[in-house]
């Protein structure tokens, strides 16, 4: 069953490092996003993307964030800078209409900023 | 703006017993509801998703039902096993005259089913 998969499962970074999470959506997918979670509290959305653009974002994305598909098959968000506070488990996502727009999450990325 | 809430934050059955977990949303105006499964330290499980014309979806043991107008939805798990034990999330996509992309997350069931 095609599912999404992301790199590194774990990321230790210093604070001002900039850190690259990698995702790979399903294949015949359109519509890719990502979501962050800090322990104990909600799942958040960071951002989505369609046709090689955002088509939105949350006030949690700021000039910090950027994302990317550098080619057909990955898609990346890259924080520049990062800070104690961006410590979270940071998921992809990605759907597409024929599934009515059902959104499939990959594994996660467990980013940890010292 | 829009907010999830579940009900409870935490439940414990034991083995075989039916049981309902809740939410419920603030705004009516949603393009579809999602269901997922989140074990400890791990991904999310979408294990359903009703669209907003829909009224319920099963999946096996899993029945989602979707009340917009109340703003309410339910997920009923039949027969729980052990290894049915993790935290169940409830998420919206709102709809504003055109569908936004980002899922509202609601703060989760842990539930834990007894041998």
């Known amino acids: 069953e095609p599912e999404v998969t992301q790199t590194p499962s774990h990321q230790v970074t210093q604070m001002g490092q900039e850190v690259i999470l990698r995702c790979v959506p399903i294949s015949n997918h359109l519509y890719f996003y990502w979501y962050r979670q800090i322990l104990g509290q909600k799942v958040e959305f960071l951002v989505s993307?369609?046709?090689?653009?955002?088509?939105?974002k949350s006030e949690i994305f700021d000039d910090q964030f950027s994302v990317e598909r550098p080619d057909g098959s990955n898609f990346t968000l890259k924080i520049r800078s990062t800070k104690l506070e961006d410590s979270a488990m940071y998921f992809c996502a990605s759907s597409e209409p024929r599934d009515g727009y059902e959104q499939y999450f990959g594994p996660g990325t467990r980013l940890t900023v010292t | 703006k829009q907010e999830v809430t579940q009900i409870p934050a935490a439940l414990s059955v034991p083995e075989g017993e039916n049981l309902v977990l809740n939410c419920s949303f603030t705004?009516?105006?949603?393009?579809?509801l999602q269901w997922f499964r989140q074990d400890p330290g791990k991904g999310l499980t979408s294990l359903l998703l009703?669209?907003?014309?829909?009224r319920e979806q099963t999946s096996g043991r899993l029945n989602a039902s979707l009340d917009k107008s109340s703003g309410r939805s339910t997920l009923y798990i039949a027969a729980s096993q052990p290894g049915d034990s993790a935290t169940y999330l409830c998420?919206?996509?709102?709809?504003?005259?055109?569908?936004?992309?980002?899922?509202?997350f609601g703060t989760g069931t842990l539930l834990a089913v007894q041998p």
């Open positions: 993307f369609y046709n090689n653009e955002i088509s939105e």
């Open positions: 009703i669209q907003s014309s829909q």
């Open positions: 705004d009516s105006a949603i393009y579809n």
């Open positions: 998420a919206v996509r709102d709809y504003y005259g055109g569908a936004t992309n980002k899922l509202i």
